[in-house]
């Protein structure tokens, strides 16, 4: 339909938006606490009609690349260390 309005979108999950907006504010150092607070946000999210997948979604990978990082990095150092 032209011209219609769109649909009433649903308000966001707040644990999602704290979650994505830690992710990206302290990211290396916060990752520990990112993860299961996003994971606790998609629960919540896919049982009630909240909106906010998407940034729970993203602040589980951003998360994830950190402890990646972290991992790579603590073990570059231990490599270097030995030698």
Known sequence: MVG???PPSS???RLAV?????SLALGPVAFWLT?????AARTRIRRSPQGGAGLARAAIAISCIYL???????ALAFVVRAI
């Open 4 to 6: 219609a309005a769109p």
């Open 11 to 13: 308000p966001l999950n």
């Open 68 to 74: 990646a990082l972290t991992i790579v990095v603590a």
């Open 35 to 39: 993860i299961p607070l996003a994971a």
């Open 18 to 22: 704290v979650a994505f907006a830690t």
